[in-house]
């Protein structure tokens, strides 16, 4: 039958459904059939045909007709299932009812009185299969669909490749089949690399679009701060209940991380090819950090020591969470595997970039968002991944691309999702000593970004780069000042050396900071001078013999320290320096940077085209909350400072002012005026001036200052060299302070920061679902659906 032909059949049969105000029995297969028997409709066509205004026009006015199409859909899958799908015929069918369940599930979600339909049972459908009425042993329907979904992924013939020589063998039995003989990618716990087939690819993309659209019922439901609730599709599907958990948890990482857009690493061979393998990947890559949604807050997190077993999983206790898919990636240990893991996802990160200097080389990928939310989870559930991450410079190859993506969206309000997730995982990185280490890697790769041209190592890239992204970002990423210093102060005692422009921008960034226009306007921003200063200390105590580009730069600038010194605190003052900000509303002082010009082949970074969609993103805790205090010991390990322990630094001052304290008392110090303007009140600026840490800042002014004008005013001396080379041969010991504890703050869970990423993930999933738009034009509730 002619695919006109075939469309118009299945219109017809969808304005049937529309108009029969009785309902339809169940066994009437000549009506029912007409939605998937004789029809051969792409999934787009499927979206086309069945508008959405007629499926909720069919859930309000006959409910019973759309609970027997789902019905009767399923069952279709199911029968698929149990059959193996060996004819055409059998295999159209259940692609056609593939389709038609991901068009009506969003509207079967959105009505809060048909969520539970999919969870209620069917008479007649028992747990054993064979249709006899024992209800106690009926399934629900989503498990039926789950399950025979599970089943098909690894369906000979159909979503997999047989292993049977002759073809008049009967097909391998799908109940006795063992799924894991038939992971469709080498990589994690396979070697073997079936070949590329692109029709089970495309078959395997419909069904996990299927799976996804189950999946989202998630946003549907409004996001709950302690919603510690498991989505309950999820939970299913990721149990023991499916017996594929395993190979095809597998199989979707292998996928992901073995995919290579630059067409089997030919540069420009995606031209001549077209690649059918990345839509599989986009939805290999949706559906695993779906599955993997589990805050390790409220969980026990399964960490593991086990020794090496003969399998890639580590098999010692604890068993960890229930949900299989977090429990198996908790549980990779074998170097080889972190290997190909940390390849895969760096060379796919790092495609946007090499778009900008070999232009139309490789393909480019549009799923970083997704690839940057399954490391966070690599490294959040798995801390031996972690630490295999940060043991060689490869770490430096999710930096560079991070700090790409992190500089290009800065001006882009659509991307602020981006940025955090970006901020994020750098602030779990620079939580551990070894990624301050590598940092001193000389940077070499020319990237063409839009910032100022420096010789130096990656260490100054990301200053360069954070520097960049507070003096020109938009509004919106103000919330992430806080996250970005706390990054460089964790790196900050072991920086060997910066290069000339980063030192600068250091210092340009406190001058910004510290004006008092600045300082008095919020209760938190004296927090970013407290930061910088914990950097210039850390830098100045521990690794000062290097440092003589800062040290010159803070002796430049030694003006701005004296300020801070002599910061007014009397009420006529904080006034005028409000009345000032009211005038200048400017977020922060752009001049006074010598910029520079950019790299040659950069593109400035570019505000969203006016009307881009962006979703909406619920509020990430303060960084107190999203980080804990730890102190550096002699040994390198760390001691935890939490709960508020009052040590006290060498200087005397409380170890570093406690955030929720010092807030709970500035709100008692500072009235907020009947406007709702915060309005400072001179014993608040009192309270956290006398805390400022400038002792060992001032003393190496005092020390220095001196010897530099003596060998300005001997020597006639201008230049910068020769002072450069004074300070790189002078030596502080013995005349500075005790050296400070070092205080490292460690990204900890918590379950802000999981509602978070679950919104973020979601809002990425439904934005860039637009071929066919799932989700687009229901009522979600997860965020809001914004144009800029």
Known sequence: MGSADSKLNFRKAVIQLTTKTQPVEATDDAFWDQFWANTATSVQDVFALVPAAEIRAVREESPSNLATLCYKAVEKLVQGAESGCHSEKEKQIVLNCSRLLTRVLPYIFEDPDWRGFFWSTVPGAGRGGQGEDDDENARPLAESLLLAVADLLFCPEFTVQSHRRSTVDSAEDIHSLDSCEYIWEAGVGFAHSPQPNYIH????????????????????????????????????????????????????????????????????????????????????????????????????????????????????????????????????????????????????????????????????IQFHQELLVLFWKLCDFNKKFLFFVLKSSDVLDILVPILYFLNDARADQSRVGLMHIGVFILLLLSGERNFGVRLNKPYSVRVPMDIPVFTGTHADLLIVVFHKIITSGHQRLQPLFDCLLTIVVNVSPYLKSLSMVAANKLLHLLEAFSTTWFLFSAAQNHHLVFFLLEVFNNIIQYQFDGNSNLVYAIIRKRSVFHQLANLPTDPPTIHKALQRRRRAPEPLSRTGSQEGASMEGSRPAAPAEPGTLKTSLVATPGIDKLTEKSQVSEDGTLRSLEPASQQSSADGSPAKEEPGQVWREQRRLSSASATGQWSPAPEWVLSWKSKLPLQTIMRLLQVLVPQVEKICIDKGLTDESEILRFLQHGTLVGLLPVPHPILIRKYQANSGTAMWFRTYMWGVIYLRNVDPPVWYDTDVKLFEIQRV
């Not at 393998?277 to 559906?287: D, F, K, N, S």
């Open 201 to 364: 690819d495309m078959n395997r993309m419909e069904l996990l679009k299927l799976l996804l659209t189950c999946f989202s019922e998630a946003m549907y439901l409004p996001p709950a701060p302690d919603s510690g609730s498991t989505n309950p599709w999820v939970q299913f599907f990721c149990s023991t209940e499916n017996r594929h958990a395993l190979p095809l948890f597998t199989s979707l990482l292998n996928t992901v991380c073995a995919y290579d857009p630059v067409g089997y690493g030919i540069p420009y061979n995606h031209l001549l090819f077209s690649d059918y393998r990345e839509p599989l990947v986009e939805e290999a890559v949706q559906v695993l950090i779906v599955t993997l949604d589990h805050d390790s807050a409220t969980s026990t997190s399964p960490t593991v020591d086990g020794t090496t077993t003969g399998t890639a999983m580590d098999d010692a206790d604890p068993p960890g969470p229930e949900n299989l898919f977090v429990n198996y990636l908790s549980r990779i240990h074998r170097e080889e595997d972190f290997q190909f893991i940390l390849k895969g996802i760096a060379r796919l990160l790092s495609n946007p970039l090499l778009q900008t200097y070999l232009p139309n080389s490789t393909k480019k």
